[in-house]
């Protein structure tokens, strides 16, 4: 079969417009599809380290705007077994004019919490961090950054 160079353009043309068609959506595509408005926020990543036989799991959140985040309210990571775990380390950053816009929350989980599904309470709400079971593949480096809750 002779392949001309018309045909062998289009079909390179057709090739680019969908793999750019997949990483628009793969950008713009939000951690999860629905967020309880009652938590303020939204999860925009999150980072998993594996620390020998533990994990570190820091999650990034996205104030809403015109909405604040409570420091008097507990925040907690639960799991499946319904251990709820509290923040290892906060992070906030913000401005005097915008008040906080970014959070994260660093918590230190067992092998055995990583199983299930992981859920944040922050605020009145909860927001799914995890929807997977069973323990995410980091790769070599141990340590991962996952821009949907399907990990």
């Not at 251990?83 to 067992?110: H, I, Q, S, V």
């Not at 709400?125 to 949907?148: D, H, M, W």
Request: glycine share 10%; net charge positive.
């Amino acid at each position: 079969m002779r392949v001309t160079r018309r045909t062998l353009r289009g079909f390179l043309i057709v090739a680019l417009l969908v793999s750019s068609v997949f990483a628009v959506w793969s950008w713009f595509r939000p951690y999860a599809w629905t967020v309880d408005p009652a938590a303020r926020c939204k999860v925009v990543g999150t980072q998993v380290t594996r620390d020998r036989s533990n994990f570190w799991v820091e999650v990034h959140l996205k104030m809403t705007p015109g909405q604040t985040h409570d420091l008097l309210q507990p925040v907690r990571l639960g799991n499946a077994a319904g251990r709820n775990l509290e923040p290892a380390d906060t992070t906030l950053a913000g401005d005097k004019e915008g008040g906080t816009t970014d959070l994260w929350f660093k918590f230190w989980l067992e092998t055995g919490d990583m199983e299930g599904p992981l859920t944040l309470g922050i605020n009145e709400g909860r927001l799914l961090v995890k929807a997977n079971t069973g323990i995410p593949e980091l790769g070599r480096s141990n340590q991962e950054y996952f821009l949907t809750n399907r990990w």
